[in-house]
């Protein structure tokens, strides 16, 4: 029972993250009907950008308290990340919006495996560790035992992500989100600047990615291929989910990270994890092909 | 579509074109097929005259024209997009290879294993063909970015397995396979392959790809029956990469699940896009190009992996339907399609017709 | 017994009603048009036959077959075959090969036939492509055959749409708007195009159309579709003197 309790936390904690990067591709996808591929690698640069920040704002010299060096990080991360996403958008992404979609699909492929590879070529392919923010402390309730650090994942992107549906929901830019992905020619004749928006989508996209990027590097190891790595659960959340739907990503992150979590627990090896989660994508993909909360788009004739 | 121009390959080869068309027509005929029987004895003396290093990269871009061509049956020629090719590779060289190292050796055929390579690849292929079925289900339902991801899927979902069956090696890989692939036989393979598959593209069912491409509904309702289509599609495109993993097997000898993985699928991509889509000409060139030209920049080590993606992307922003897009060059064009014979074939037919009744009203050659 | 028979078509995109209890009995030879304001749910009764959407309710029989339930190919290789509203040919591929591809479903050699060249395949490739290229000379498409399809100009892109029909040998002919955005001289050329294909292939037609003049002109029968309803039936005499017509066209005040 106690394990069990355990496990559920390591898969909240996990599905977070899965969550908060899924949600950027079903953001963009809902905006401009676009797999991006790139984003699982812009989650990965944003870790970079954390382990570079957080490891220069904790040195000694600065004397900062820990939960300064943390929000500064996480801002620094969610800038320089969004930045990166729009600038993609700008030169790979938005020459291609007339041309077919496969076009732009190979490009995201594309850029998703330039990044990877850049970061290899130049920071190259050793684990690092990102700074202790802050002190952990293992608290023990009922033989289960879990971390500060837990708590403040679970419970930080608990918090974006309400926020985040409650902008999209609530907000004016929001609305404009959903009017150019509901009709990306009407949209404009309706005073919305397109562009922006889909500017502001990437942004908003990538910066959660790099929230989920810092609260993940404070746990896990930071390497070029865990854009690969984590960027594909990431993705299978999003499309288990349904694809284009805010909600939908966040279960779809929870249900990968017990996924994860528990296929170990149930089959021999932890190596079967790949192939639990990728037969349910096919499986679903079969015969539910809009994921759970996606809704079929109807053929025009 | 816009097709680029091909003004300055085909000004390069003017002359050798001239040359060519001032032969008599027996000799034109046969142009083509002597050509290729005297590239085959140059491919099978080639090791006495090349060192092991070119060799390598010859049989490398050979087993990439294949995996190249049988691509771009599916994303150029039929307009889907699969990104899972590697996985279907993965299937012909692990059978292909179990074959040679376990199964001919126990049934006391040890000696003959380099005769029975071809069976072990053909063997390997049709794997690998029918686990096509996979991904041609799927695709009756669902197109576009939810069929990439199902292709996807597919990719690692065999990577997964080939890494969970111990007995083959898991993880650490499967080795113990002779060095069978040579230049020849890779040269061999290549000519069926091209030569099949050029058969297929102008055949019925060529045409009925090619109106997925254009329009999956519209298809449909001029008869094509396009899950036919898409079945023979895939489990063609997945013999020739399964073909393709056999003799990749056996030239490097040693497989692990990794060879197989995303990263190979996507190299198997920008062949595809580089040359150009719906071209089997192309499919040559670029698998050609893109092989030689990642072996040139060997010297970069690192950032030799930076090249292939960047390439990707410029091609898709600044020329999206590759070199060749769907161009074809003249020999790979069967006799009886080409231009001018369609044109004359035309011609034989007005007379014919103008002799008995008229066209329709306002037809005639008023376009 | 009627060489089509719909019986209670109904559809339903969601909870909206596109097309109510449509009926047609269709005599071999017939020239039916269908007519109606935008959003009347004419296509989609083409829609309905060619098997693209499956009603939610009615019947659907072409020379006793069932039609409900079949795949578009199968329909079409019954008899049935169509053209659109907006032209969609194979843009990027000849105009050969638009009409060859309408022989899909009549060609009986196999993939391996094929991959190996044996001789039912060149036998058969070269009966098709000696009828495709008849069938353009006959519509008038002989200089463009080796054209690729995207570069005709519009009317001769709606005459290949006519032709690829054609190519699949239909008994019944579906023409969704063939004068759409056609001046009056190609629209003349037009009527008599339609006409002369009756006669030569021996169809029986079924005509959506917007230009008042085309329909008028050479149907035998109409039918006035509004609101998925349809309100009148009958000759082009008695379809212009009809008052629900006239007011579904042009609003009540015009009647007044």
């Known amino acids: 029972m106690q394990t069990l309790v355990q496990q559920v936390l390591n898969a909240l904690q996990l599905g977070s993250v899965y969550a908060l990067i899924a949600l950027g591709y079903t953001m963009v996808y809902g905006i401009i009907t676009l797999i991006n591929f790139a984003h699982g690698d812009i989650f990965m640069v944003s870790t970079y950008v954390a382990f570079f920040v957080g490891t220069a704002l904790m040195s000694q010299l600065l004397r900062l308290p820990g939960i300064v060096v943390f929000v500064l990080t996480v801002l620094a991360a969610m800038f320089a990340t969004a930045l990166l996403a729009v600038l993609i958008e700008r030169f790979a992404y938005k020459p291609l919006r007339q041309a077919p979609r496969v076009s732009a699909v190979i490009t995201a492929l594309g850029v998703g495996l330039f990044l990877e590879n850049f970061t290899l070529a130049t920071i190259g392919p050793d684990p690092r560790f990102l700074p202790k923010f802050f002190p952990v402390v293992t608290f023990t309730m009922g033989g289960v035992a879990f971390s500060n650090i837990q708590i403040i994942i679970i419970a930080v992107s608990a918090v974006v992500m309400l926020l985040l549906d409650t902008i999209v929901r609530r907000t004016m830019v929001g609305m404009a989100m959903r009017a150019v992905s509901w009709d990306k020619f009407t949209a404009p004749l309706m005073g919305v600047p397109v562009d922006r928006i889909i500017s502001i989508t990437f942004a908003i996209g990538a910066s959660i990615a790099a929230i989920g990027g810092t609260l993940f590097g404070m746990v896990y190891t930071v390497d070029p291929y865990m854009g690969i790595r984590i960027g594909w659960w990431a993705f299978i959340s999003a499309v288990v989910g349904g694809i284009g739907n805010i909600r939908g990503a966040m279960i779809g992150g929870y249900i990968l990270g017990f996924v994860e979590i528990f296929t170990p627990v149930i089959l021999p090896a932890s190596t079967y994890r790949d192939f639990v989660a990728f037969s349910l994508l096919l499986v679903l993909l079969i015969f539910r092909p809009y994921g759970i909360l996606g809704r079929p788009v109807a053929q025009k004739v | 579509m816009k097709r680029p121009s091909l003004s300055f390959l085909s000004r390069v080869l003017a002359p050798l074109r001239a040359a060519y068309e001032s032969l008599p027509p027996p000799v034109r005929r046969w142009t083509t097929p002597m050509l290729l029987a005297v590239f085959f004895v140059i491919a099978l003396f080639s090791p006495s005259f090349i060192n092991l290093y070119w060799q390598q990269v010859l049989i490398y871009v050979g087993i990439n024209i294949i995996l190249t061509a049988s691509l771009n049956l599916v994303n150029g020629y039929m307009g889907e997009f699969s990104v899972g090719h590697a996985g279907f590779m993965a299937v012909g060289a692990y059978v292909a290879s179990i074959l040679t190292v376990w199964v001919f050796p126990r049934w006391g055929l040890g000696e003959y294993v380099p005769y029975l390579f071809p069976l072990a690849l053909l063997i390997g292929g049709l794997a690998a063909g029918l686990t096509g079925l996979v991904i041609a289900f799927p695709s009756f339902r669902t197109r576009g970015d939810y069929l990439a991801i199902v292709t996807l899927a597919w990719n690692m979902i065999v990577k997964s397995v080939l890494e969970n069956i111990d007995a083959i090696g898991g993880p650490r890989g499967f080795m113990g396979m002779q060095k069978l692939t040579s230049v020849a036989w890779v040269y061999v393979w290549v000519i069926i392959t091209i030569y099949l598959l050029r058969n297929l593209v102008y055949s019925n069912f060529g045409r009925g790809t090619l109106s997925i491409r254009e329009d999956e509904i519209a298809s449909s309702l001029v008869s094509v029956d396009t899950r036919k289509v898409k079945i023979t599609v895939f489990v063609v495109a997945a013999f020739f990469a399964g073909i393709a993993g056999g003799l990749f097997a056996h030239i490097i000898q040693f497989i692990n699940p990794r060879s197989f993985s995303i990263l190979k699928s996507t190299d198997v991509l920008v062949m595809v896009y580089l040359g150009g889509i719906g071209s089997l000409g192309g499919s040559i060139l670029g698998a050609t190009v893109y092989t030689v030209l990642l072996e040139l920049l060997r010297p970069l080590q690192v950032w030799r992996w930076v090249v292939g993606p960047l390439l990707l992307v410029l091609l898709m922003i600044f020329r999206p339907y590759g070199i060749m897009g769907m161009r074809e060059w003249r020999f790979l064009i069967p006799p009886e399609e080409r231009v001018e014979t369609v044109a004359a074939l035309m011609e034989r037919i007005r007379r014919k017709r103008e002799a008995v009744a008229a066209p329709a009203p306002a037809g005639g050659s008023s376009g | ?256």
């Open chain 3, 1 to 256: 017994m009627p060489m089509l028979r719909i019986r209670g078509l109904t559809h339903y995109f969601g909870g909206l009603r596109a097309v109510h209890d449509f009926h047609l009995d269709l005599e071999p030879g017939e020239l039916v048009g269908i007519i109606g304001p935008n959003g009347a749910g004419k296509t989609t009764v083409f829609n309905l036959i060619t098997g693209v959407y499956r009603p939610t309710e009615g019947e659907i029989l072409f020379n006793g077959h069932n039609l409900v339930g079949k795949r578009s190919d199968q329909i079409v290789s019954l008899g049935i075959a169509r053209t659109f509203q907006t032209i969609r040919l194979f843009k990027n591929l000849s105009v050969l090969d638009n009409v060859r591809i309408a022989h899909f479903a009549r060609a009986s050699y196999g993939v391996l036939t094929a991959v190996f060249r044996l001789p039912k395949y060149v036998r058969e490739e070269a009966e098709t492509r000696e009828r495709a290229l008849e069938l353009l000379e006959l519509m008038g498409l002989s200089e463009q055959a080796t054209w690729v399809a995207s570069s005709l100009p519009y009317g001769l892109q709606r005459r290949l749409e006519i032709a690829r029909a054609l190519a699949t040998e239909p008994r019944l002919l579906l023409l969704d708007e063939p004068a759409a955005g056609m001046n009056p001289g190609e629209i003349a050329e037009l009527m008599e195009l339609i006409q002369w294909i009756r006669q030569r292939f021996d169809l029986t037609i079924v005509l959506i159309e917007h230009q008042m003049r085309v329909v008028m002109g050479i149907c035998e029968r109409i039918k006035v579709l509004d609101f998925g309803e349809t309100i009148a039936e009958g000759t082009p005499v008695e379809i212009q003197n009809n008052p629900r017509v006239i007011e579904a066209y042009l609003g009540e005040e015009a009647v007044v």
